[in-house]
């Protein structure tokens, strides 16, 4: 056993050597004071924990001895043109018109109590589970039980592990009932326990909130998720704009924001020469340029981060968005997508270290080229004299290896 000796006005001092991690069993026992301070009766507790295995095939898990298997996750590592793919959005739109038929007035109804449009709630149901065709294949109390004792988030799983014994107490959903994602999110549009709780609602008056069954109580859990998220009654998520050829692509960060009309002033236009009123010229946004200076360009107003609070990827907010808009009659993006490569999760990863090395970029290192990563990026295009594009690519990385200081 290793100790790590330090010295002070000399004096030994020993580190203790970590504590082990206990057992799954022993974990989840240790849970119960604070299940039964929910609402968790021991009966409950205990005939949904006996017998109860860690899924250990399931993502994001730290396991003594095995490399770690992050999630692939589409948002984050496809290109814009593949996630945002115009096949998909046509096809899902398609799809989209004809449940805003069916489901009219109860689309009108949400919109009218929570202020969010039917159609971007219709375009999460199709992100989230295709309107209902995904499969969800795990068991949400498995699943979150094995990602609070051995995830990347274990604080947030501990949570949503003894919310989901809760919901089993109270009688919200039977366990066999209880499928999810790989991470504990369930019904047609992706809650986890916590998040069914603060938002789920009964709007088919039939006395259940049903997000797996009722059409809905799902959509209208959804909206009302955004509503107290801040979404702004009869804003827009974003709007498309053509950029000049000597915008500072660096600036496209959620951290510098003006007014639309401040932007206009800079030679940004509204594309496809849509005429924006009064209330769009003075709400504050930011620049967006998800593949730097190649492909569509957005101003991003306060909508657009409340989507993007719903699932935190830039690319989800672009497909949900654009979805919505298809589905309400809108036209395809005026600019369309470049054919511009990804480099893997990896490379981007070692550009964020170097990035942070030279006092870039003061973000997690996630392998993710995000916004903060790509105007970080192009602080570092401007100053070695390279090409402002804020896109990473293999040149910069080989760049930054041996030549960047």
Known sequence: ???????????????????????????IQSLWPEAQKLGVSRKTFEAETRGLTPDLGLPDLHIAGR?????????????PAQYVSEASIARFALQGKQYANKYRDTLLEIERRFG???SVLLAIWARETSYGGARLPHDAVRTLATQAWTGRRKEQFREEFLYALKMIQDGEVARADMKSSWAGAMGHTQ?????YYRNAVDFDGDGKRDIWNSIPDALASAGKQLADKGWQRGGRWAHEVRVPDNIDCSRAEPGFRLPVSEWLKY???????????????????????????YG???????????LKDYNFSDLYVLFVG???????????????WSQSKQLRSAEVEEMQRILT???????????KAGMLTRAALGEYQKKHGLKLDCWPTQAVLDHMRGKGN
């Open 1 to 27: 056993m290793r100790f790590l000796a330090l010295t002070i006005a000399g004096i030994f001092l020993f580190a203790a050597p970590a504590a082990a991690q206990p057992t799954f069993n022993q974990f």
């Open 67 to 79: 490399p770690e298997r992050e999630a692939v996750q589409s948002e984050f590592v496809q290109t």
């Open 116 to 118: 969010t449009p039917g």
């Open 191 to 195: 809650f986890l326990p916590s998040d």
């Open 267 to 293: 030679g940004v236009v509204p594309a496809r020469g849509r005429k924006l009123n009064a209330i769009e010229l003075v709400e504050e946004a930011s620049l967006l340029m998800p593949e730097g200076s």
């Open 296 to 306: 569509p360009a957005f101003l991003t107003p306060k909508n657009y981060f409340v």
């Open 322 to 336: 654009h979805l919505s808009d298809r589905i309400a009659g809108g036209p395809a993006f005026e600019t369309p």
């Open 357 to 367: 090395a030279r006092g870039f970029y003061k973000d997690k290192l996630d392998g």
